[in-house]
């Protein structure tokens, strides 16, 4: 193991104390963690919330036993590298998504620093100067799940439909399918004109109101009758679902970001009618699922950590060149009652755009 500056042995993290407690978050009092010999060690500059923390909180539903503490997307300065890593070294600033199964790096200090996480070799990508900390704290996870939702799905010249182009997730597919990966039409939707605004600004050539437009017949209508090549559906609602499964054309491919039709409470199943209106369309189903790399590690093999690294590896040159930028809205200190109260603004579905982000060190990251 290779290190330079001293490092704590514990540092006062937000997260979770008891199993399923819910918000709100507390600051608990954790080791910081050591890595192993393919893991690096970072201090913190930076985070980002996702709606992943309220359910972790929720329903600790990755089995771990408490406390565990929350902040999966990470940016900041390397401070120790385990014994299997090169091409990451002490000293760099990086960006990197903790393990699911993992705890994070918010730290209850208000931004005056003292977080650490530990994360993959495969998940730290070195941070371009040119993207701040703040900016590549807000791009792991929903980048990743964009990338796993789009790369290798989406040809120059598709016609794809990304419902609610202004959340966290799917304001950077839209850009991802628009810009980088250069879709000839992207629809998208949203039921705030903010959102709408974002989908808009994102590279959506066509948005609609969820609530009030017939988006099934606006597609139709743009595609001349055909639907879409594929729909990527990161909204987690059952509405959504059977809606935008309505949009693809035959032989189409409809993904969907999560457990999919009929789990999205995970605590109980409902019948949905999604897979029998895909099969009406001899559309593919297809399920994104983050989760499951770290839940059933069987299917973290090298090729998915490739597919994962590539994904980090792109987040930020695609971010570095313009094509897939993270909209952050909102960017709050690492305290306990800001975290808590954005992550239940996530949870309400009340008014986020974009990304909320979480500065963690306001020095370092200041330094960029
Ligand atoms: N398992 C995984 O691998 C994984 C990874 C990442 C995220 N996720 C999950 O994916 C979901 C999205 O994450 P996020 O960070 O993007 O959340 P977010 O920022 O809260 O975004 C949710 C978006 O969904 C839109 N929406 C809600 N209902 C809709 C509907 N019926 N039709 C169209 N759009 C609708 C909202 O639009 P308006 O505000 O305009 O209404 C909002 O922009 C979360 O549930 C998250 O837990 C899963």
């Known amino acids: 193991m290779k290190q330079t500056q001293t490092i704590p042995e514990t540092f006062l ?17 954790v080791p910081v963690p050591q890595p192993a010999a393919d893991e690096v060690l970072i201090r ?14 929720d329903l600790n539903f990755m089995g771990r036993t408490p406390p565990v503490v929350l902040g999966l997307d990470l940016a900041g300065i390397v401070v120790t590298v385990g014994h299997g890593v090169s091409g990451v070294a002490v000293g760099d600033a990086v960006a990197a998504m903790a393990d699911l199964n993992g705890d994070g790096g918010w730290a209850a200090t208000g931004g005056s620093g003292g977080g650490y996480a530990v994360a993959r070799q495969f998940l730290t990508v070195r941070k371009p100067p040119s993207l701040s900390f703040r900016d590549a ?39 991802m399918a628009a810009r980088a990966l250069q879709a000839r039409l992207v629809i998208s939707s ?4 903010q959102s709408i605004a974002l989908a808009r600004q994102s590279g959506a050539h066509y948005v609609f109101d969820y609530q009030r437009d017939d988006i099934a017949a606006e597609i139709a209508e743009l595609t001349s009758g055909r639907g879409v090549d594929l729909v990527f559906d990161a909204t987690y609602s059952e509405r959504s679902f059977v809606e935008t499964s309505k949009t693809v054309r035959q032989g ?9 039709p009929g789990k999205t409470t995970r605590l109980a199943e409902t019948h949905s009618p999604v897979d029998a209106i895909l099969a009406e369309r001899n559309a593919k189903h297809v399920n994104i699922n983050l989760l499951r790399y770290f839940s059933e590690p069987a299917t ?5 950590r490739g597919f994962l690294q590539h994904g980090m590896d792109l987040a ?12 952050v809205s909102q960017t709050i200190d690492s305290t306990v009652e800001e975290i808590n109260a954005g ?26």
């Open 13 to 29: 993290g937000v997260g979770y104390t008891r199993d399923q407690a819910g918000l709100p978050l507390e600051a608990v009092r």
């Open 44 to 57: 913190i500059a930076a985070s980002s919330l996702n709606p992943l923390e309220y359910k972790l909180a």
């Open 137 to 175: 704290a807000a791009l792991p996870m929903c980048f990743l799940s964009a990338f796993a939702g789009l790369y290798g799905a989406v040809q120059a010249g598709d016609t794809v439909y990304i419902p609610g182009g202004g959340g966290g997730v799917a304001h950077l597919a839209v850009q």
């Open 190 to 193: 949203g039921s705030r004109p």
């Open 252 to 260: 189409g491919r409809w993904s969907v970001l999560g457990v999919g």
């Open 300 to 304: 973290l093999d090298s090729e998915a």
């Open 316 to 327: 930020m040159e695609w971010a570095t060149q313009g094509l897939v930028v993270p909209h």
């Open 343 to 368: 992550l239940q603004s996530l949870k309400a579905s009340s008014g986020v755009l974009g990304k909320i982000a979480v500065i963690v060190d306001r020095d370092l990251a200041a330094e960029k």
